[in-house]
């Protein structure tokens, strides 16, 4: 077996990135303080094509140098929006009959693995700060609460870990 060269991947370039059809999932950052962790977001964004992503609170915006540092230039193909307030946000893609999804431990939460996804429906996916989580009241908020299961001692992932994780897994039940 021989490891690939980049030449070799067939990669989209950044208009055709554009022009392609996109996953029907949105990401929204709810107060994140990392600046590498919104270059990830955007970087597995771009590899998953993630329709846009909304930069929330006091998560910073492209273009900065820590964001590109792990972003890698996926802020130049990921469509992107600051909205200062995610409340408002999430109320309005609820009425838009987008799907609102806060990835968050919470009473009565569905588990990731048992949370069933349609090819018809479009999904905001509600990541939220790095230590408090997403807000209480853009949990409440939301339509669905999805927990990630975890086994270990640990009380959570990081922000960019979960992102991985949960839209992996939309990706993959709505690519069946």
């Not at 980049?6 to 303080?33: H, S």
């Not at 959570?156 to 839209?167: D, E, R, T």
Request: with cysteine; charged share 25%.
């Amino acid at each position: 077996m021989r490891k690939l060269k980049n030449n070799e991947l067939d990669r989209l370039n950044v208009e055709e990135f554009k022009e392609a059809t996109k996953t029907p999932i949105i990401i929204v950052l709810d107060n994140i303080r990392s600046l590498n962790n919104i270059g990830s977001v955007f970087r597995t964004s771009d590899a998953f094509l993630i329709e846009k992503i909304y930069l929330c609170g006091i998560t910073a915006t492209p273009p900065h140098k820590d964001i590109h540092k792990t972003a890698l230039g996926a802020t130049d193909s990921v469509a992107w929006e600051y909205v200062e307030d995610t409340v408002t946000l999430v109320e309005k893609l609820n009425t838009e009959g987008v799907v609102t999804v806060a990835i968050e431990q919470a009473d009565n939460a569905t588990m990731l693995n048992d949370f069933s996804v349609s090819s018809d429906k479009k999904y905001a996916l509600i990541f939220g700060n790095e230590v408090k989580g997403v807000q209480q009241k853009v949990v409440s908020a939301s339509n669905n609460v999805i927990e990630i299961p975890q086994y270990g001692t640990k009380h959570s992932l990081n922000i960019s870990v979960s992102v991985g994780v949960v839209v992996w897994d939309f990706f993959a039940k709505l690519s069946r």
